[in-house]
């Protein structure tokens, strides 16, 4: 047999200096409303966080020769908007979906794929061909997973909350896909927020939750003068 003893690459850490200039940029980043995104994008890599939020700095332009993640999922996000918003405030009991809620839901899927030219040249030939044949059967069975009783307040609902640290109030904000309330003639058990943006999708939480501890970003005590 052949074998190669294979070398993995060193692992660098790389930090900023806690200056004073970098401390005002922070402090005046915070004066703003601070959303999912950017937290994802701080607890991710402190240091990308700072270049892309807090230097202004966006990588460059080039030409895309994979998948298109986000654009995927900006057409099955558009896809449920339209089919939900046609059933708010109506309790979906047992046997959700039913053949008129997956005819619906096809009709929207083909035209909306059919209206969206530009999904099929972002995309390699194959996986658009994926998402064409496959894409609709993973909704219906995304579906079919939604809690008998649930009945849709509302979607694309934004939503802010005061975080008060260290004396400072930090300003939250995100859009959730959709509000529910779960257990609908049973017996109302909570309110509760799906898909919590501009960041990574989530499954769905209840949005009375106690927070989490403030992650050191939202300190505004982080960075020494000197």
């Known amino acids: 047999s052949i074998s190669f003893q294979i070398t993995p690459a060193a692992s660098i850490e790389r930090g900023l200096p806690k200056t004073a200039i970098a401390a005002r940029a922070l402090d005046a980043w915070l004066q703003k409303p601070v959303s999912a995104t950017a937290l994802d994008a701080y607890l991710?890599?402190?240091?990308q966080f700072f270049y892309a939020r807090l230097a202004g700095l966006t990588p460059p332009d080039v030409v895309r020769e994979g998948d298109d993640p986000a654009g995927v999922g900006e057409f099955l996000h558009a896809v449920l908007q339209e089919f939900f918003a046609a059933r708010l405030n109506a309790p979906l009991f047992e046997g959700f979906p039913t053949p008129q809620d997956e005819e619906h839901l096809a009709n929207i899927y083909s035209q909306k794929l059919a209206g969206d030219p530009d999904l099929g040249t972002a995309l390699p030939y194959a996986s658009y061909l994926m998402l064409k044949t496959t894409g609709l059967a993973r909704l219906k069975n995304a579906l079919r997973q939604t809690p008998p009783g649930t009945r849709i307040l509302a979607l694309e609902t934004m939503l802010s909350a005061p975080l008060e640290v260290n004396g400072r109030v930090i300003t939250l904000h995100g859009k959730l896909d959709r509000v529910d309330a779960r257990g609908c003639g049973e017996g109302e058990d909570g309110v509760w927020g799906d898909g919590v943006r501009e960041?990574?999708?989530?499954?769905?939480?209840?949005?009375?939750?106690?927070p989490p501890a403030a992650p050191p970003i939202l300190n505004p005590d982080w960075v020494d003068e000197d």
């Open 44 to 47: 991710r890599c402190p240091l």
């Open 199 to 210: 960041g990574k999708p989530q499954g769905a939480e209840p949005l009375e939750v106690s």
